[in-house]
């Protein structure tokens, strides 16, 4: 049986994302295990983040500066500017090396079942940006869910007054991906999306 200390780190390890309360005894279990070479490491960088944790008065991102490492880089094209639902969509898009400009965390998408309504969200933060100019392009990145769809058919209403480009990020048959194994909502999606073919 577990001292009381440690099954309150069980506990709280269990409740992150990913983590069941089997996973966060083995977490727990190793980092005892492990002291010098992961517990007190975990301990010190869990330290730093908290002592430093921010959110990006910009974009809405978390860092532990403000503004954030990407607002803050000057390599960074300033006229494109991806829109995201949350911290995360923003990791995973930029973890692929591949958008170069700068980003908006709306900080959820619109829902009715769950009471999200457009000031719940940054999306007067958003228009206030490209209201201020110097944006050409805005890519919706949304999440293909309903959910998504609808914040993003929103808010290409809210931005239509404005001189940008507006696009959407494409949706449908993953590559590699074979037709059987496709639910129905990506299969429509790719049939309306359809190109000729080069």
Not at 3 to 19: D, F, K, N, T, V
Not at 44 to 53: E, I, N, P, T, Y
Not at 141 to 148: I, R, S, V
Request: proline share 5%.
């Amino acid at each position: 049986m577990a001292s009381h200390e440690i099954e309150a780190l069980s506990q709280a390890l269990a409740r992150l994302p990913g983590l069941g309360p089997r996973s966060a005894r083995r977490a727990v279990l190793h980092l005892m295990k492990k002291r010098e070479a992961a517990l007190q490491p975990l301990l010190a960088a869990l330290k730093q983040v908290s002592d430093k944790l921010s959110t990006c008065s910009i974009c809405g991102n978390v860092d532990t500066s403000d503004p954030c490492g990407i607002c803050s880089d000057p390599r960074r094209d300033l006229k494109s500017l991806c829109v995201v639902e949350e911290v995360s969509d923003l990791w995973a898009l930029d973890r692929s090396r591949l958008f170069p400009g700068r980003y908006h965390v709306l900080g959820g998408r619109l829902s009715a079942l769950e009471g999200v309504r457009p000031e719940d969200l940054s999306i007067d933060k958003l228009v206030k940006r490209v209201a201020e100019g110097g944006i050409d392009e805005v890519i919706l990145a949304m999440n293909a869910t309903l959910e998504g769809q609808t914040t993003a058919h929103y808010l290409a209403e809210r931005l239509e007054k404005f001189p940008i480009r507006l696009t959407q990020l494409a949706h449908g048959l993953p590559v590699g991906g074979e037709l059987d194994y496709l639910d129905e909502g990506t299969l429509a999606q790719a049939l309306r999306a359809r190109r000729p073919v080069a």
